[in-house]
């Protein structure tokens, strides 16, 4: 990891594009996946109304949300199956693996939390609450957590085929059998329905 500091290093914008561009270049998906993501963040925060400092720590934490990835190894994170609970395990491990590569950047220090909880989902998601580590803005965690559902379920990966149209992925996300949508928020779901979405 390279690394970042307030003077005489890497700028942060630099540091993020640098990742990007690792993630697209060794994960097949993932620096594009973090790009649209922060777009459907974006657009969801403009309909809340949220902007500000607020707006510009989403944006670094939708950028930079699945960096703890870059420590999974390969074979499992980019498998063309479904994957062992053993391996889900492990992949459940990148928001705390990120939160942690990322401690020592003074720039991200109001950022990292909501990386760490960006699959939190209420308390029904993963991590489980962290001592000492209390969760951001509940709004903030639920719109990446939206944002981060719905264009995994709309991109094509390895493992999948899929080319879901912005509704088709909305109907998923509001699913109430479907265990993977517990605790996420619906009403920001009801309001990215409202978006539109076209060329995303």
């Known amino acids: 990891m390279i690394d970042v500091a307030e003077n005489n290093m890497m700028p942060l914008d630099d540091f993020v594009k640098w990742t990007l561009n690792y993630m697209n270049e060794n994960y097949y998906f993932l620096g594009d996946h973090s790009t649209r993501v922060t777009a459907v963040t974006g657009a969801i925060l403009d309909k809340l109304g949220i902007n500000g400092e607020d707006k510009k720590l989403m944006k670094y934490a939708a950028l930079l949300h699945d960096i703890g990835k870059l420590s999974i190894p390969k ?12 391996e889900f395990e492990l992949v ?4 705390v693996i990120g939160y942690k590569k990322l401690l020592h950047i003074k720039s991200l220090t109001d ?11 209420s ?7 962290i001592e000492n580590v209390p969760p951001p803005d509940t709004v903030l965690i639920d719109v990446l957590t939206v944002a981060d559902s719905y264009s995994a379920i709309r991109e094509k990966r390895i493992y999948n085929d899929w080319n879901l149209e912005h509704m088709d992925a909305i109907s998923l996300l509001k699913n109430e059998d479907d265990p993977k949508n517990k605790g996420i928020n619906q ?14």
């Open 75 to 86: 074979e499992i994170l980019l498998a063309p199956r479904r994957l062992t609970d053993k």
């Open 92 to 95: 459940k491990d990148h928001p």
């Open 123 to 129: 308390g029904f998601g993963y991590p489980k609450k």
């Open 111 to 121: 950022v990292n939390p909501i990386i760490l909880y960006h699959h939190y989902r």
């Open 187 to 200: 009403e920001i779901v009801d309001i990215l329905s409202k978006i539109n979405m076209a060329g995303m």
